[in-house]
């Protein structure tokens, strides 16, 4: 293998798919997902909420969702390195408390300024809990399974986001930050119970370099790291742009009637998150990840060219086109699995948990490219030439990525 070295024999896992370390990491991401599209669902309610028109609900949503995604992708960055130098466990208890305590401080805010800068920090420890779960599962599990196994991490704790949709609807929208503050508390006391990764514990007292960012960008793995963050593209612009601004898309499409974003993002996660389960059984029956990339993202292209024929449509029609979307993007944890795949023990947490965060904090960018093409192309036609764009290049990426499915993880990079 170019540029790697393994340092102890192969070691099969018995681990079940259902063991307690997958089960928290699924919680765990229950959690982060509950808190991650909190802004997105209660978006118009909070930002009223501060006394803000109609007139700002969009600019000033886009500046708060950007900001927040600006915490992810240094957050990312910093809790990956931290994976590697410290440990997977080190970054899930300390992650959980930055964002539990960010968003309990969330329900104090009293102007977008004050709430910009806690949904940063909420995204700075947001950004950690997924790849360092990740990382822990597939170094846990067996290669047959890691990909089933991933999947149940992101098919539990993506219905974070069916919960944060009804909670946002029984409380005000200060209380459904002070619950997500209290449910991240809470799931430190389960993590007492996680034990540490022996791939990771094989090289822990060793002079091993490890979670060396700046690794990433020699002896040809910027390549692989590159290719990995542009396969993740089309979910962020899905829910980033066509779900969570569903409201102005409606009104724009002459729909009849008010869509609610907060109920399409609820829809759209119940969807994502039946995807995400089924396709770990897909990649395992096909004995590939890239083709079942390949299935999913054909899905995703038909969800939105139906998003874009909605002119004069209903409001349920684009509730079941948003969950149709959602169901095509369901291959969130697939991409991450893939990245961690790619790369060593004492690389694997940097690149699993910045991975998913670099494509968290591109959609400020896909957001910048949208905003760039309204004044000449139109609300709709922009974002379709958005959505072409960011489709091509992860087509192009998934095209260049090698296969990684059932591939032995017990070697270092060098």
């Known amino acids: ?97 930055l964002y539990s305590l960010a968003n309990i401080a969330n329900g104090f805010v009293q ?70 503050g209290g449910l991240g508390l809470l799931l430190l006391i389960l993590r007492i119970s996680v034990f540490e990764s022996g791939m990771y514990k094989s090289i ?24 990995a963050i542009l396969i993740g593209l089309p979910t962020w612009y899905v829910i980033g742009v066509l779900i969570t601004f569903s409201k102005e898309f409606g009104e724009h499409f002459g729909i009849n009637g008010a869509v609610d974003p907060g109920k399409a993002v609820m829809l759209a996660y119940v969807a994502i998150a039946i995807g995400d389960l089924l396709i770990g059984f897909v990649s395992n029956a096909l004995k590939s990840r890239k083709k079942a990339l390949y299935i999913f993202y054909v899905l995703t292209v038909i969800s939105i060219v139906l998003y874009f024929m909605q002119h004069n449509g209903s409001v349920s029609t684009m509730y079941a086109i948003c969950m149709f979307m959602g169901f095509g993007t369901g291959f969130w944890a697939l991409f991450v699995t893939m990245a961690a795949e790619h790369f060593g023990t004492n690389l694997r947490a940097t690149v699993a948990t910045t991975v998913p ?28 030439y958005t959505g072409i764009v960011v489709m091509a290049v992860s087509i192009i990426a998934v095209l260049l990525t090698e296969e990684t499915f059932g591939k032995n993880l017990d070697y270092i990079e060098e």
Not at 127 to 152: D, F, M, P, Y
Not at 204 to 227: D, S
Not at 360 to 382: C, D, E, H, Q, V
């Open 111 to 180: 102007n977008v300024t004050q709430y910009g800068i806690c949904r940063f920090v909420a995204g700075i420890g947001l950004a950690g809990e997924l790849g360092a779960g990740i990382t822990l599962v597939c170094e846990l599990i067996s290669k047959e399974k890691r990909g089933i196994a991933t999947s149940i991490v992101a098919g539990v704790g993506l219905t974070g986001a069916v919960v944060a949709f009804f909670i946002a609807k029984q409380f005000d929208w200060r209380v459904c930050y002070y619950i997500g």
């Open 357 to 384: 965060n670099m494509v968290r904090g591109s959609l400020p960018l896909i957001i910048i490219l949208f905003n760039y093409l309204k004044p000449a192309y139109g609300y709709i036609n922009a974002g379709a």
């Open 204 to 227: 822990q007292n060793t002079n091993v370099e490890r979670g060396n960012f700046f690794m990433l960008f020699r002896k040809g793995r910027f390549k692989k790291y590159l290719l």
């Open 1 to 97: 293998m170019e540029n790697t070295r393994s340092i102890f024999p192969p070691k099969t896992s018995t681990l079940s798919v259902l063991s307690i370390p997958v089960l928290v990491a699924a919680l765990g991401y229950f959690v982060d997902i509950y808190d991650l599209l909190l802004f997105s669902i209660i978006r118009v309610k909070s930002l009223k909420g501060l006394g803000l028109t109609d007139a700002l609900l969009d600019s000033e949503g886009k500046f708060i969702i950007s900001v927040q995604m600006y915490g992810l992708l240094i957050g990312g960055i910093i809790w990956g390195i931290m994976g590697d130098k410290k440990g997977r466990l080190s970054v899930l208890f300390g992650s959980i408390i």
